[in-house]
């Protein structure tokens, strides 16, 4: 699997990636530090990799876009330290593979994982569109 290290991730979780045997590159490593998040998206969705991030927009923009790719893990831990991201990314990296694959979006936080299938579902409730 192929995956994209957005800002708010340590570069540390990159190596720790490779050394699982997966491809990451960071953006600070490819100098994009200053790309917008849709740029991002695009830029994973070309290249089939998944994003890494803290940053729920990555989420709405999934949301928005109808598309199933590309994938997002957004971890919302309170100890961001490189080891515990880390911890928490070999069990979403190894048990979602599949899913990732597929296309979902993962919600990582303290004790939990949360997995949802892209495209979302949306329901119509009162004319408005709801997820």
């Known amino acids: 699997?192929?995956?994209?290290?957005?800002?708010?991730?340590?570069?540390?979780?990159?190596l720790f990636l490779k050394s699982l045997g997966h491809e990451a590159v960071h953006l600070q490593e490819l100098h994009l530090d200053h790309?917008?998040?849709?740029?991002?998206?695009?830029k994973a969705r070309n290249e089939g990799m998944v994003i890494l991030t803290h940053d729920l927009d990555f989420?709405?923009?999934v949301a928005s876009s109808g598309d199933s790719l590309p994938s997002v893990i957004v971890f919302r831990l309170r100890n961001?330290?490189?080891?515990?991201?880390n911890r928490y990314l070999d069990?979403?990296?190894t048990e979602y593979e599949n899913d990732l694959a597929k296309g979902a979006v993962i919600s990582v936080t303290e004790g939990k994982i949360r997995v949802r299938s892209i495209p979302f579902e949306t329901k119509t409730i009162d004319g408005k569109e709801k997820l």
């Open 1 to 14: 699997m192929k995956y994209l290290v957005d800002m708010g991730i340590s570069p540390k979780s990159v």
């Open 91 to 93: 069990i979403v990296a």
């Open 80 to 85: 961001m330290r490189p080891e515990n991201v």
């Open 35 to 42: 790309m917008t998040d849709p740029e991002i998206m695009r």
């Open 59 to 61: 989420s709405e923009l």
